[in-house]
């Protein structure tokens, strides 16, 4: 079984690099965010991605159809493993999101996957963005995502039994809010990383437990012993 880790290099560049120069591509997959990416744009993916990782390119398109249409295909340029469009932007993006990966992906085609809702958001913070329930909110748009062809969602652990149940075992959850119970930090819906593989998530999405790690190698170690 291949790891199901992806590291989120939510750092500054030459940390990011610093810290991948440590790592083995065979224990985790790479996770480039809005940060890393605004500050180092393309070249980063391409280092990461010349070392041997397997890219998560984790910008979040939400946009009109024909922009997002584009912003995959420049994803796809990169040869990016995943990439991922916000749910909420509707049907009609999500289709052009998945056309546009069908059309532009080379040899290996890009995996896509649609963000639910981010896992900072609690129920208090949703009813303040007029959503009255997590887990019917979460289900709708993982239906949706599947409507209009992705590949799967992005989702808290707390949401995943529930999608693999309704919407199929083939479907993808990619899970961040992974911490251990002493530390939440901004996330509201965690779990652990053995909590969250139990509940059926395909992919874990790892970052300051391991990016604020002492040893981020040993703790990468200790994670698969836990999930594999």
Not at 65 to 89: D, F, R
Not at 113 to 135: D, F, H, Q, R, Y
Not at 210 to 227: A, C, D, F, G
Request: hydrophobic content about 35%.
């Amino acid at each position: 079984m291949s790891s199901p880790l992806i590291v989120a290099l939510d750092l500054e560049p030459k940390e990011a690099m610093d810290l991948a120069k440590k790592l083995d591509p065979e224990d985790c997959k790479l996770k480039v965010g809005s940060k890393l990416f605004t500050s180092s744009g393309p070249s980063i993916v391409n280092s990461l991605n010349d070392m041997g990782f397997k890219i998560f390119l984790d910008l979040k398109f939400h946009d009109i159809p024909n922009t997002v249409y584009g912003a995959i295909q420049e994803a796809c340029k990169l040869n990016v493993w995943m990439t991922n469009v916000h749910c909420s932007g509707g049907l009609e993006m999500i289709k052009s999101a998945k056309k546009s990966m069908l059309e532009n992906s080379e040899s290996t085609k890009t995996i896509v996957v649609g963000v639910t809702l981010l896992t900072s958001i609690g129920p208090t913070e949703a009813k303040k963005i007029g959503i009255n329930s997590v887990k019917n909110q979460t289900i709708e748009l993982a239906r949706l995502a599947k409507e209009g062809g992705l590949d799967g969602v992005v989702c808290s652990p707390q949401e995943v039994k529930n999608i693999k149940q309704n919407i199929g075992r083939e479907f993808l959850t990619v899970t961040p809010g992974i911490r251990r119970r002493s530390s939440k930090g901004d996330q509201k819906r965690i779990s652990t990383a053995q909590e969250a593989v139990k509940n059926g998530s395909d992919y874990l999405v790892i970052g300051r437990p391991i990016t604020e790690s002492k040893n981020p190698v040993k703790s990468i170690k200790s994670l698969l012993k836990e999930v594999l």
